[in-house]
């Protein structure tokens, strides 16, 4: 928000969270300025009460064209400058009167300027033995209202989590307080390091025995069609695995182990390309191998690959097409057919894009038929020369399937079962990562939750005496 000389808000609980919400409309048509609402984990993964609103009404703003101020040329923007400086000017106004940053007096020894969590947490620790600045409005802050709480108090600490953002402003203006050098500058806080930083004693919760948990990796869902991916690529050596941001993120983790690095959402297949060069430059014989989903090709993938296609590197770019958008609920994208309201929408076909940016060696597949994975990883390890595209193509288990996956895909779902007459105990299953799965190692055999497993056959596949089935069947 400092850098873009925009407006910030900073809930700290629920109701903040709609409240701050529609004040910032107001906050941005009053002043023309965008609104930045900062969330962080803390906030967006609590949930807490809030009052019903009715929905307000506004009717359209009729479009005008506003040249000089739209139109981001060299010669608007200069003159554009004057007018942020001028309305970061009245945004320091607006922030001086904003509801949200609230005074709280009560014993004045100690005065704690805070927003969001770090607010929540001083208060918990503290409570009635300080005083509050509690601010909502964090850019840009509300100076002269600091200036006054800092001379109402005895000791000032700035709480926020990370980076001294507000201290270092406080600080600035002349006004002396604690901050980063009682506050550590790693991790989230909670009210124990708040305690410890502020009244230098712990803080003491509810004893929790270790032995109360057993440590459970987070693991790609019983029947995730990226397994089958990442079980076969996990068995190559000499490989760079570049991954990407989405479910797959999990094909890294034990016992998969398929992933080397990652970066940000899209960025795989371009990262790769790079990395094939340097690793060829340097005369280092490893093949590199990327993927990203559906959703995150749309997103800023084709960018990616149009990187590789045009370039030139001999990358093995897979688009685990899921047929959703997975990890963040199942949102429609331009591969489903559906828009995101769950209307037909025109299906943009991944593998026509593919070959239209200029990948020749292109093949799509079902990862969880292990012998068809292998042999197209095999038949794209072969292509030593040109860039070449795999297209897992197979639906997300936990997807509501459409009319269309119904009549591509056979989505049988009867579990499958371990014959422990059979099992040799070898955990041979177990090395796919799949949460259905269950050892007894007093009896040293396997088995499977039915409630779980949704018979993806992954393990029986795997499985060298054929111990596993799918239920019903000989
Ligand atoms: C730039 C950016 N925008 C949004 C997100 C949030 N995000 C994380 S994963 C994800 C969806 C990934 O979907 P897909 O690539 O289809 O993979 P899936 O989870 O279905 O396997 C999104 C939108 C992000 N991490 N980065």
């Known amino acids: 928000a400092k850098f873009a000389k925009i407006a910030m808000f900073e809930p700290s609980d629920s109701q903040e969270c709609i409240d701050m919400t529609k004040e910032a409309y107001k906050v941005s048509e009053t002043y023309g300025v965008p ?64 509801p949200f940053n609230e005074v709280e007096m009560h014993d004045t020894k100690i005065g704690i300027i805070a927003a969001g969590a770090a607010y929540m947490y001083a208060k918990e620790v503290l409570g009635d033995q300080a005083s509050y600045l509690k601010l909502g ?20 600490y700035v709480i926020e989590e ?24 790693i991790d989230e806080l909670n009210p124990n390091i708040v305690s410890a930083s502020v009244l230098k004693k712990q803080q003491h919760g509810v004893e929790v025995p270790d032995s109360c948990f057993v440590p459970r990796p987070p ?29 797959y993120a999990l094909g890294g983790s034990a016992p998969l182990n398929a992933k080397d690095l990652a970066v940000c959402m899209g960025s795989s297949f371009s990262v790769a390309h790079g990395f094939s060069h340097g690793l060829q430059l340097s005369g280092q014989n490893k093949r590199v191998v990327a993927c990203m ?74 990862p969880l038929d292990l012998k068809a994975m292998k042999e197209t990883l095999d038949w794209a390890f072969a292509i030593e020369e040109e860039p070449s595209v795999i297209i897992t193509k197979w639906p997300c288990v936990l997807k509501k399937y459409s009319k269309e996956d119904k009549a591509q895909f056979n989505l049988d779902k009867t579990p499958c079962v371990v014959d422990t007459d059979k099992c040799i105990g070898c955990k041979k299953c177990l090395s796919t990562g799949c949460p259905a799965l269950r050892y007894d190692s007093e009896n040293k055999k396997s088995s499977i939750a039915q409630a779980d497993c949704v018979g993806c056959t992954v393990c029986m596949q795997v499985c060298p005496v054929q111990a596993i089935s799918r239920k019903g069947d000989k």
């Open 35 to 98: 609104v930045m609402i900062r969330m962080t984990t803390r906030v967006c993964h609590s949930k807490s009460l809030v009052e019903e609103q009715d929905r307000q009404e506004v009717p359209p703003v009729l479009y005008q064209k506003q040249r000089e101020k739209m139109d981001a040329v060299p010669a608007i923007s200069k003159k554009r400058r004057y007018v942020v400086e001028e309305r970061e000017e009245k945004l320091k106004g607006y922030s001086e009167i904003c």
């Open 137 to 156: 409005f964090t850019y840009p802050l509300p100076m002269e209202k600091i200036k006054a709480f800092a001379d109402k108090v005895d000791e000032l």
């Open 162 to 185: 990370l980076d001294p953002f507000m201290e270092e402003q406080i600080r600035q203006a002349g006004i002396a307080c604690h901050g980063k050098d009682v506050i550590p500058n």
């Open 219 to 247: 693991a790609l869902c019983a029947g995730c069609p990226h397994r089958g991916f990442f079980y076969e690529l996990g068995k190559r050596k000499d490989t760079v695995m570049v991954g990407d941001i989405g479910c």
């Open 293 to 366: 989903g559906d959703s995150t090709f749309f997103h800023t993938g084709i960018n990616s690959l149009t990187d590789v296609a045009y370039n030139g590197s001999n990358a093995i770019c897979v688009i685990l097409d899921n047929r959703i958008t997975g990890m963040t609920g199942h949102q429609d994208n331009p591969g489903t057919g559906y828009n995101i309201k769950g209307e037909p929408a025109t299906l943009i076909d991944v593998e026509a894009v593919v070959k239209a940016l200029g990948i020749k060696h292109v093949r799509t597949v079902n």
